[in-house]
């Protein structure tokens, strides 16, 4: 149960694209479809952004968009803005209802 | 609108038992996976604990095994987190969490372990 590998940082200017990586094994991320990834700002909980590698939930602008390919996912934040300044955490599901989460990215809107 | 309330957080010396609730409302309680996730200060999420909508199943991170346990009411809407045995490295904010996506979660509630 080791933790997936982020970036501990990216940043980018408003309009322009970044992506966070995320990298397991094929005993978590490799192996099954079902990676999520999470926004937190400062003193909140948690927003879940990402479900199943590409999913995304009611209410998430279509800016954030999700992928993999093997043992490495990864969350696209598009047209980025102000508010997407945040910490970015993904997660996978990692067989027998266990799951592991990434160490979070912190991105920084220039 | 779905809500989740975590209670019983505080200061406990290591060695020391807790026991956490989550409140949950609306939404039909029973018929969802729920989940413990934890946030040490300054550090990242972990998983901790979930547990199945009739309480029959529950898997555990291995640090936590054999000492927390996950239990659900769902008469009374709410999720629970005995913690015995605490260690300093339990310190966390324990947020409680709805379906194995996660896709609602509490506020979270402070659990600080220390002599």
């Known amino acids: 149960q080791s933790a997936l590998t982020q970036p501990r940082s990216v940043s980018g200017s408003p309009g322009q694209s970044v992506t966070i990586s995320c990298t397991g094994t094929s005993s978590d991320v490799g192996g099954y479809n079902y990676v999520s990834w999470y926004q937190q700002h400062p003193g909140k909980a948690p927003k879940l952004m990402i479900y199943?590698?590409?999913k995304r939930p009611s209410g998430v602008p279509d800016r954030f968009s999700g992928s993999k390919s093997g043992n490495t996912a990864s969350l696209t934040i598009s047209g980025l803005q102000a508010e997407d300044e945040a910490d970015y955490y993904c997660c996978s599901y990692a067989g027998s209802y266990t799951f592991v989460f990434g160490g979070g990215t912190k991105l920084t809107v220039l | 609108e779905v809500q989740l309330v975590e209670s019983g957080g505080g200061l406990v010396q290591p060695g020391g038992s807790l026991r956490l609730s989550c409140a949950a409302s609306g939404f039909t309680f029973s018929s969802y996976w729920m989940s413990w996730v934890r946030q040490a200060p300054g550090k990242g999420l972990e998983w901790v604990a979930n547990i199945k909508q009739d309480g029959s199943e529950k898997y555990y991170v291995d640090s936590v095994k054999g000492r927390f346990t996950i239990s659900r009411d769902n008469a009374k809407n709410s999720l629970y987190l005995q913690m015995n045995s605490l260690r300093a490295e339990d310190t966390a904010v324990y947020y409680c969490?709805?379906?194995?996506?996660?896709?609602?979660w509490g506020q979270g509630t402070l659990v600080t372990v220390s002599s």
């Open positions: 199943d590698v590409s």
């Open positions: 969490a709805r379906e194995l996506r996660f896709d609602y």
